[in-house]
Structure formats: C-alpha cells, structure tokens
C-alpha cells in the first residue's frame, strides 16, 4: 500500500494497486462453481496516487482527496455459527465465503499445502511430503466445514486429514485472488521536501533496548518512509558500528566492512573527495545493491558544508509517471550497465553485464519496487535502439528534473550525535561540497537480512489477521513461528 505525504499529517491514501475490483458474480444463483467475470489484476493495477505534483518547484500540489471507484472490502472473519459453504467437483474445492465471493482451490494444490505434522516440519518449515507422489486425479474422500477450518480427508493406506484455516485460506486465495486485511505497518508514505517538518526518528536508546521494540519502530520508519533518523548516538564508530548490527550483519564490500572514513581518496570513488555529490543509489554496479545504508557524521572541524541531501526515488517516480508516462515506461524498460572501476584490484559490474532499468517492477504486481540511479556510474549505453536514444537522453532529463526540483529535495545538515538510514533500493542520498575535515562512518545491509528482521519483528509486534485468527490452534507454534505465517 503507498500513501503520499505531501504536507504531513495530512497523508494522501491511494488506491493499492493490488485491490482491484473483484470479480463479480454475473449469474446470482447459488451455485458452488459460479460464472464470474475476471478483471486482469495488471490492467487495473495503479501503482502511485492520482494527484497531481509538478517537477518544478513553483508549483503546489492539491490538498484535496482524489475520488476513488468503490473499493473491494477484505472479507470478514469467518464466525463459528457461520461457516462457509464448501462444495468440491472432480478436480476442485469451492468455499462461498458469502453469497458473491468464492474461492476456487485445485485437490493436487491442497494435497501440496497440507500442514500437518507428517507433511510440514513444524520446527523447520519445511516440507516433508513428496509432492511428486500426489497422484495427479487425487480427490478428496470428504471435504467438511469446521469452525477452525476447511477439513480434508485424503484416500491413502492410513486416514491423511488435512486442515486449512480459513483466514489462511482467504489469504491464500488464487482463483480470485481476494483484498487483504493488510495493516497500517504494510503501508509506505511517499514524501516530498516538506518531510523536513517532522522527520522520521528514534532514539538510540529505544533502539539499543533489549525489547526490541524500539528495533521494530526504526524499522518500520524505514519500510514506510525509505529512511530514518537515530537521535542520541555516541559519536564513535563502535556505537554506529553497533547500532548497525542491530539491524543484521554488516555487508562487506570494496569499500571494507565498518567505514571509518574522510576525504583522503583512500578509496577509488567520489565519496572519498570534498566534492558535491548528486541524488544516486549506491552500489549499481552491484548485481544485488546493498538494502540498506547506515551513515553517520563523527566530526567537521575547520570548514564548512556538506549538507546531506534525500530524495524519495519512489516520490519522484509517482510524479514522473502522471506527468511524463512514456519517460516512465522507458525507465522502466532501458537497462543500464554500470561499472565501479576506480580501485587497481576490483572491477565491479552487474550480471547480467546489461544492467537493470532505473526504476525495477515486481514482474507479477506491477508495483515500483527498485531505483537504481546513479549517473556517474552508468557504462556505455550500446544497447538503445537508434529510433529511441533520444528519446531515452529526454526521459533521464525528466528524472533529473524530478530528482532535483526543490519539491523533492529534502536537506539536512547531520550533526554528530545523529544517524541515518536510508533504504537503498528507494531514497537516494548526496551532499553538498564541503571545506574542512569530516570523518563519517557507515555500513552496508543486505536488503535480506533488513528484510529478514523486519519480518522476525512484525511477527512479534504487529502479528497480521491470519497469525491472530490462527494463534490458539493445535501445533501451529513452535519457537515464536507459526505455521500459518503467509509468508511461508
Ligand atoms: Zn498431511
């Protein structure tokens, strides 16, 4: 879910791409196989909010909330006096959840998600059974709805009884996919320069503390936001070096494991000059750009600027995509090869040596979930058509322009003291050029394992409608995991 916030707390919600109008039953008769009618979910997908921001910086957006068509619902909880209607044919199961909203499942497909004990490792999360001894005609012997679930008894030597939940089965839902009941934690916040208001921030106490709960609200101001500040940390490296650990191992690269640096070029790159730097992503030559990226001012002695500068990538896009949509869809398209060659014993370039597009999809969703921009490091451009070259020169201009226009710049002049995050596959980060002598220190984290503990936390903290309606089954917890956690 992406929201936008142009002059916060006043967010702006938008449309979730993944909510689009559900299919509705044209044949009203109760009836366990209806006819429906199907929307592509990539046709009706919208990926960004429908206002409209303007790439110069003289320009105001609207305040008003864009009017939306109706909104499929996620569906309720199913009640123990209420249970859905089941119905099988020779090769599916069907549960009416009500009298217009139906899930299809295959037999092989729920002889495959069968969690019990003997099929699925309740320490492990793995499965246990052979999928490839699943007949191909297997039918279920009876399909019965229980109050905790659909339950299914398979023909085999020995009785095999396989029980779904239904929040998990709703969740699970393919044939129609269904609305989530997704929670406000699931939700990003596009921000443009006005962000300065009220940035996000935790303290390093709370996120030192052994709760973890102070861990869980930095990492959810970076999941919402792309970034975060840390307020109170000792101004040594040991301390940042810590507070990075907090999050998981620090990803070694070229560049060393912990940074401890200033602008001695002790490293083949400009980040190790005085030199302003413009809004990038780090690490495009890399064929997995590190997650996350931890920096923190030590010192500035005897000169002046330096100022950093964020912008929200995901911010930029959503306005280069209402205003320029076919420089969108070319950057969205074009890859960019990129190369890191300023050190004698590295030379760095992404496989495939074709690169990625500035602005990376998930392939099924259609949603924007990946920036890769950094101007200075892009390689030779051989693989543009003739027609569209200059075509592809005018869309990077337009994202310049995006980039760089003054709605959505946002700087700020670090002070030792305080740390920042920045989530690498959206925020880009630059500074100002500077005098003086600056020591900062830093580290790399791989999106996995930020991704990782956000979701060990979110588990903890914010458990989703499935891991609560499925919280006091029989076996579904062992070591703080459920079973039922969709993302298994
Ligand atoms: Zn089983």
Redesign the pocket.
């Known amino acids: 879910m992406l929201k936008t916030s142009l002059t916060r707390p006043a967010l702006r919600s938008a449309r979730p791409h993944h909510l689009q109008a559900l299919p509705r039953l044209v044949n009203r008769k109760f009836s366990a196989f209806p006819t429906v009618t199907r929307t592509s979910s990539l046709a009706a997908a919208r990926l960004l909010s429908t206002y409209t921001p303007r790439c110069s910086a003289s320009a105001t957006a609207t305040t008003s909330t864009p009017s939306q068509p109706d909104q499929p619902q996620p569906l309720p909880e199913v009640a123990s006096d209420d249970l859905p209607i089941i119905s099988q044919d020779g090769r599916q199961v069907a549960i009416g959840w009500d009298t217009r909203t139906w899930s299809r499942f295959h037999n092989i497909w729920l002889r495959d998600h ?7 490792h309740p320490v492990t999360k793995q499965r246990l ?1 052979n999928t490839f001894d699943i007949p191909k005609d297997i039918t279920p012997l009876r399909v019965e709805s229980r109050s905790a679930g659909l339950e299914v008894t ?1 023909p085999s030597k020995e009785p ?3 029980l779904y939940p239904w929040s998990w089965l709703q969740r699970s839902s393919y044939d129609p996919p269904l609305p989530r009941k997704d929670s406000s934690s699931n939700e990003k916040i596009l921000w443009g320069s006005k962000i300065m208001q009220s940035p996000p921030t935790v303290t390093y106490e709370e996120v030192i503390a052994a709760d973890d709960r102070g861990l869980y609200k930095w990492l959810s101001n970076i999941y919402k936001f792309g970034f975060s500040f840390v307020s109170g940390v000792p101004a040594t490296p040991e301390a940042t070096e810590e507070l990075s650990k907090r999050i998981g191992f620090i990803r070694e690269t070229q560049y060393g494991k912990f940074w401890d640096f200033t602008s001695d070029l002790a490293k083949g790159d400009t980040a190790y000059t005085t030199l302003a730097l413009g809004a990038h992503t780090d690490n495009t030559y890399f064929t997995d750009p590190c997650g996350l990226q931890l920096f923190h001012l030590l010192s500035h002695t005897d000169g002046t600027g330096g100022a950093t500068l964020l912008v929200d990538g995901f911010y930029a896009a959503s306005i280069m995509k209402e205003l320029h949509p076919e420089a969108y869809q070319l950057l969205s398209r074009v890859r960019v090869p990129a190369h890191a060659a300023g050190e004698a014993g590295s030379l760095y370039t992404p496989a495939p040596p074709t690169g990625y597009p500035v602005l990376g999809h998930d392939a099924v969703t259609g949603e924007l979930v990946q920036v890769r921009w950094n101007n200075d490091d892009r390689s030779v451009m051989t693989r543009l058509e003739a027609g569209e070259v200059e075509k592809w020169y005018d869309a990077i201009r337009v994202w310049n322009k995006c980039l760089t226009s003054a709605d959505s710049e946002y700087w700020v002049q670090l002070q030792p003291g305080t740390a920042v995050v920045v989530d690498n596959h959206r925020v880009l980060h630059g500074r100002s050029a500077f005098d003086g002598k600056r020591r900062m220190c830093g580290a790399y984290i791989g999106v996995d394992e930020y991704r990782s503990k956000l979701a060990v936390l979110s588990e903890k903290f914010s458990p989703g409608a499935v891991l609560q309606a499925t919280k006091d089954l029989p076996e579904a917890n062992v070591n703080g995991r459920s079973i039922w956690n969709p993302a298994l």
């Open positions: 069968c969690r019990c004990p003997k099929c699925f059974f398979w095999h009884v396989s």
